[in-house]
């Protein structure tokens, strides 16, 4: 296979005109012999028509696809309203209301009570109008000389109260044992707690009773069965009777400020009255009749 070096080579020594002829043929066969890229056909730039859709199925084979109109269940008929019965609709249940928390009550717990000096309980505060308590206890005894005393009913008074009355029983209870020979069995009881007004009047002040700040004792019981009531042995003053009636009377003035009995009017005239009530600018003054 021929190269095409040496007629290179022979084109650069001879002149234009004469390489040009002598070279023309050599020219043309080497282009011959080189290896020539495909020529690509031109091809003209004519724009594609979208391809033709495809001719649908005929309508049997439409029909056997898609079922037809007998073919489709037809809907029930709905029955006459008057037919129909509709189930009854079942209540809801009702749903209770949570009850409203009460309101927190802050009550007082009494020393007397604690050290067993009172046999008592506590009660819910005591409001009446103007009258109430906050810490109300319900006393049913009383200690002395290490044995509790009874009351014929309870007493629904404040803390002050029971703690004043420890003393003044011990007190009456040694003097009834020193001079009947026969302790007090237990204390009957008045009126404790109740609203209303001073001597039960219509006006004025309030009574200390509804305060719970009050008591009345109308008598006691000795250990013996015997009893001493107000009315009807408060007189003769000298008779054993009447005297441990009026000690009864002035031991209840030192722990008391105030005790009236059946010399200080005709309201008082069948008990003792005995309450913790304020007396004077610095609630000190006591009052004894």
């Given at each position: 296979m021929?190269?095409?070096?040496p007629?290179?080579?022979?084109?650069?020594?001879?002149t234009?005109?004469?390489?040009?002829d002598?070279?023309?043929?050599?020219?043309?066969?080497i282009?011959?012999?080189?290896?020539?890229?495909?020529?690509?056909?031109?091809?003209?730039?004519?724009?594609?028509?979208?391809p033709?859709?495809?001719?649908?199925?005929?309508?049997?084979?439409?029909?056997?696809?898609?079922?037809?109109?007998?073919?489709?269940?037809?809907?029930?008929?709905r029955?006459?309203?008057?037919?129909?019965?509709?189930?009854?609709a079942e209540?809801?249940?009702a749903?209770?209301a949570?009850?409203?928390?009460?309101?927190?009550v802050?009550q007082t717990?009494?020393?007397?009570?604690?050290?067993g000096?009172?046999?008592?309980?506590?009660?819910?505060?005591?409001?009446?109008?103007?009258?109430?308590?906050?810490?109300?206890?319900?006393?049913?005894?009383?200690?002395?000389r290490?044995?509790m005393?009874?009351?014929?009913?309870?007493?629904?008074?404040?803390?002050d109260?029971?703690?004043?009355?420890?003393?003044?029983?011990?007190a009456?209870?040694?003097y009834?044992?020193?001079t009947?020979?026969?302790?007090?069995?237990?204390?009957?009881?008045?009126?404790?707690?109740?609203?209303?007004?001073?001597?039960?009047a219509?006006?004025?002040?309030?009574s200390?009773?509804?305060?719970a700040n009050?008591i009345?004792v109308v008598?006691?019981?000795?250990?013996?069965?015997?009893?001493?009531?107000?009315?009807?042995?408060?007189?003769?003053?000298?008779?054993?009777?009447?005297?441990?009636?009026?000690?009864a009377?002035?031991a209840?003035?030192?722990?008391?400020t105030?005790v009236?009995g059946?010399?200080a009017n005709?309201?008082?005239?069948?008990?003792?009255?005995?309450?913790?009530?304020?007396?004077g600018?610095?609630?000190?003054?006591?009052?004894?009749?």
């Amino acid at each position: 296979m021929f190269t095409a070096l040496p007629f290179a080579i022979l084109a650069s020594c001879a002149t234009p005109a004469l390489g040009q002829d002598i070279l023309a043929p050599f020219e043309r066969m080497i282009e011959a012999l080189s290896p020539q890229e495909p020529q690509r056909p031109a091809v003209d730039r004519v724009q594609e028509t979208p391809p033709k859709p495809l001719p649908r199925p005929d309508a049997a084979e439409d029909a056997e696809a898609v079922p037809t109109a007998e073919a489709t269940p037809l809907p029930r008929p709905r029955p006459e309203a008057a037919d129909v019965v509709e189930p009854a609709a079942e209540a809801e249940p009702a749903v209770e209301a949570e009850p409203a928390a009460e309101a927190r009550v802050y009550q007082t717990a009494c020393p007397a009570v604690l050290m067993g000096l009172v046999e008592a309980e506590a009660l819910p505060p005591l409001a009446e109008g103007i009258c109430g308590e906050r810490s109300p206890i319900r006393v049913t005894g009383v200690l002395s000389r290490g044995r509790m005393v009874a009351t014929s009913t309870p007493i629904i008074t404040n803390c002050d109260m029971a703690s004043a009355l420890p003393a003044w029983v011990e007190a009456v209870d040694l003097y009834a044992l020193a001079t009947a020979d026969a302790g007090i069995d237990s204390i009957t009881i008045g009126t404790s707690h109740m609203c209303r007004n001073r001597n039960n009047a219509s006006s004025g002040f309030t009574s200390e009773h509804g305060f719970a700040n009050a008591i009345d004792v109308v008598g006691f019981t000795l250990a013996n069965g015997e009893t001493i009531a107000l009315e009807a042995d408060w007189l003769p003053a000298a008779a054993p009777k009447g005297r441990l009636l009026r000690f009864a009377h002035d031991a209840a003035c030192t722990g008391f400020t105030t005790v009236l009995g059946p010399e200080a009017n005709a309201d008082h005239e069948d008990h003792l009255h005995l309450d913790l009530g304020c007396h004077g600018q610095s609630c000190t003054a006591r009052i004894c009749e």
